[in-house]
């Protein structure tokens, strides 16, 4: 080697070594008013560190290779993601209103972890040819292979709007990628298709998620999770739990759609849609130990009820869940030190992987989210000595959940409960009631996973309200 060579490698690792040492922490609100502020100021290799609180922003990385954080990263204490809220509603620019914008061709030194990301509604972005696609209610990603990590992704939208197409991802959408999408909640979001994630011309590695409760459909379907011509790259889906989405088309749970993908260790039960199944495209993908409520061939599914919570979707002891994922040593779960042999909490049982968001090397604790599904509106909300029909709680719900009412005047008052199909499966009440607030609780222990409709009757006030049971 010539001497030559030596020194250009030298300076290079000495130029690497001062940039490391040189890295620094950005704090926001200190250092910096805003997110965006924090963003541009920074250089490869620093970190944009937020404090809690509510930032009413759109913030975009810029092709810039910086961690952007809650204080999640200095003490894994969950609270910091809950109470660290990008709120993507108060846009001044129409056509950006995502929460998070990776535009520029980001790398896996962009990483986004510990927030809660909600009110976006995706931005209009011209990918090339021309073509303007309104995309990503809460991330935007464009030829990016950013790292997404340990998020509440809660509550965002992406429709088509005038000039644009796509509508698409209204949790997050990459073009043209490949990201990674770890140890995220991502929850209530609505989109045209593919209302919690869309990879289009992308891959990526989706691990440890919870994606349910999303709600979508259109042309191209899908309420979870969609993937679409992602080759030459293979996209990876592994251990996480898909549940309680709902395209108003096909595929309520996953879609691959012209492409192939890795399935495995996902649990995907109580999807629905209004054809179909709640998987479509495994036919031509590998997909093996799972726990579906539909039966698909491959190795190592299974079709039993997951027997998890409904504030976390942490599995109990007895689920059929607990090692049943992958034999292979590399999907194995985190071994307890203190406990040879034994998985780390969450994972549950022996090393043998999980099935589900709590399985593997990945597993993390997700947030509670127990008071946000199927949070019941304020008092404060509504005029004195109106009628009104609360959202139940909780929801998703197994196999009890509570259903409160408020009545003005005098009223004979009905609620009943119907399957997706309009049929009644209960009546609740069906009696005079005086003015108040009621409860009543409805037991869906002989009713199969899926969503519910309850309606309430009083005078010639009417309202239906969705529920999702999940066994």
């Not at 990879?199 to 440890?208: D, H, P």
């Not at 990876?236 to 395209?247: L, R, V």
């Not at 029909?389 to 003005?408: D, G, H, K, M, R």
Request: proline share 4%; hydrophobic share 35%.
């Amino acid at each position: 080697m010539n001497n030559k060579y030596l020194l250009y490698s030298f300076t290079f690792i000495n130029l690497f070594l001062i940039h490391l040492a040189s890295a620094t922490t950005i704090n926001i609100p200190a250092d910096y008013t805003s997110i965006q502020e924090g963003i541009n100021a920074a250089q490869s290799g620093d970190t944009v560190l937020v404090d809690e609180g509510t930032y009413y922003e759109n913030i975009n990385f810029r092709g810039k290779s910086i961690v952007v954080a809650s204080k999640f990263i200095n003490d894994a204490d969950y609270a910091h993601i809950l109470n660290t809220i990008i709120d993507g509603s108060q846009s001044a620019e129409p056509d950006t209103g995502s929460c998070v914008i990776f535009g520029s061709g980001e790398g896996t030194g962009a990483i986004l972890e510990g927030f809660t990301l909600t009110g976006g509604t995706g931005t209009s972005f011209d990918f090339g040819g021309g073509n303007l696609f309104r995309e990503g209610g809460a991330i935007i990603m464009n030829n990016s292979s950013a790292i997404i990590k340990n998020n509440l992704i809660y509550n965002n939208e992406s429709a088509v709007v005038s000039g644009t197409q796509g509508g698409g991802g209204g949790g997050i959408s990459s073009m043209f990628g490949n990201p990674s999408i770890l140890n995220n909640i991502i929850m209530m979001n609505s989109a045209t298709y593919a209302a919690g994630m869309v990879l289009n011309w992308s891959a990526g590695i989706i691990r440890n998620n919870l994606i349910y409760a999303n709600e979508g459909g259109g042309d191209f379907g899908t309420g979870g999770l969609m993937v679409w011509k992602s080759n030459p790259w293979t996209a990876i889906i592994e251990n996480n739990t898909i549940a309680g989405n709902i395209s108003t088309t096909t595929a309520g749970a996953l879609s691959v759609e012209q492409t192939s993908a890795i399935i495995r260790n996902n649990i995907i039960w109580g999807n629905i849609q209004q054809t179909g199944t709640q998987v479509t495209g495994f036919q031509s993908s590998t997909f093996e130990y799972c726990n579906t409520e539909e039966t698909y061939p491959g190795t190592g599914n299974i079709s039993l009820a997951p027997d998890f919570d409904i504030e976390r979707f942490l599995l109990n002891s007895t689920s059929p869940c607990v090692d049943a994922g992958s034999p292979d040593p590399a999907f194995n779960d985190v071994e307890d030190t203190s406990n040879p042999g034994f998985a780390l909490y969450p994972s549950l049982g022996g090393l043998r992987n999980d099935i589900g968001a709590y399985g593997g090397p990945g597993a993390m604790l997700l947030p509670d989210i127990s008071g946000i599904v199927g949070v019941r509106e304020s008092y404060s909300n509504h005029f004195p000595g109106s009628i009104f029909l609360y959202q139940n709680y909780p929801n998703p719900f197994n196999p009890i959940t509570n259903i409160e009412y408020q009545v003005s005047e005098l009223s004979i008052v009905i609620l009943k409960v119907y399957n997706i199909l309009g049929k009644e499966v209960a009546t609740l009440v069906n009696e005079e009631k005086h003015p108040g607030n009621y409860e009543v609780d409805f037991n869906g222990s002989n009713l199969t996973s899926g969503v519910y409709f309850y309606q309430l009757k009083a005078g010639n006030f009417i309202e239906t309200k969705k529920m999702t049971l999940l066994r």
